[in-house]
């Protein structure tokens, strides 16, 4: 008799794990293993990192910024990307070069390079003519994240890398240590249970008892994954740490709820796919004005250009590379989507400084003042609970046991 036994999940997707991710155990951080992981093949590829600075030319010059306070970022970088590609992990890799150039602070998520970027011998050179056609791998680690102009700039010259913005030392001993062949597996799991959705609607309970609901239509588009993996020698950027499912809504109507920098809370009221309003629930009121300020001046910064799904166990990193990628979360993004696959682009935009990609997140960290209370999935006839309370659903689970 054929067994009924359900398929068994890996350790990482037990209840106790799911409850308490700060448990589980990785492995120790080895750009080796990464790289091999992401980027296979990397025999005969000649690799490079980005770094940014306020000041590019003075603090790349000579490693300067090693013996200047913050920048724990580029340090990072300098510690477990550059000195172990200099030190055997290149030759390991079969990997040449592992130079290092600076760029300036963009400012803003997903805004476009200048091409100006800096040597370690204080040199200015060009990014289009010097760097992007001269290297088959580029890991960008940065402040802010330069996933969607590197995309483009991946296709145009030819290059594959990776956007790590973010990087902290939580990063590198979870995020950046998982086996990414497991993640892929996994996103592509949920990615196939999500697929081809009619909509996604999404309840927010706020502390006043008050329910939220947002619709975002997808028009039964194949959903897409970031899953880690650039393999092979096609052109393309892994956004690492990785492992989501994402959308890109055709249509958006209702309202969510809002955490802005500063922790003032509103309620944004979305129609046609478009924030059109902030409305004040406890905070400052000028930020509230601010942001109706700019969403009247720049209608473009207001539309919604992705829907996003954590398919990863992970501990709370405290920034949202990592964070949006945790099972039981989801993230919104308004602003351009090209790198996605959409129809917003940098130049629809009436300011330079307002084409970012903004990502955001609701997770128990970093909207305690709300609850994701629910997320349902409506595909034809087929009506599913993907997310209660923060808690992937029976549904996902049941996806991720195939």
Known sequence: MASTASPKLPDYLSPEILLNPEKREFPKFDVVRLLHTVFEPTKNCKVCILLDFDEPAGHIKDFAFLNEEGFPIQKN???????????????????????????????????????EVWDTSGNLLSLDKDIYPHYDLILCISTWSATAPLTAK????????????????????????????????????????????????????????????????????????????????????ANLPAGEVYFVPTDANGQFPMKYEDGTLGVLDVKDRCIYRSTLIEGNQQTIDDHNARLADDPMTGTLGELGFGTQVLPVSYADIQDEKVLGTCHLATGRDDHLGGDILPDMFKKHENATHDDILFAPHKTPNFNLSQVRMIRGDQHEVLINDFRPSQYLMDALAK
């Open 154 to 237: 991946s296709k145009e010259h030819g290059f594959r890398g990776a956007t790590l913005h973010g990087l902290n030392d939580v990063i590198l001993n979870s995020g950046l240590s998982v086996d990414y062949r497991e993640v892929s597996r996994d996103a592509e799991k949920i990615r196939l249970a999500l697929t081809n959705a009619d909509r996604i609607e999404i309840d927010f309970e706020l502390e006043d008892g008050r329910v939220l609901t947002a619709t975002l239509g997808l028009d039964k588009q194949d959903a897409q994954k970031s899953h880690g993996l650039c393999l092979g020698e096609k052109p393309d950027i």
């Open 77 to 115: 970088a300098y510690n477990y990307f550059y000195l172990p590609l200099q030190n055997g992990a290149m030759e390991k890799l079969g990997m040449t070069g592992g130079e290092v150039f600076a760029y300036r602070y963009t400012r803003g998520s997903n805004l476009d390079l200048a091409d």
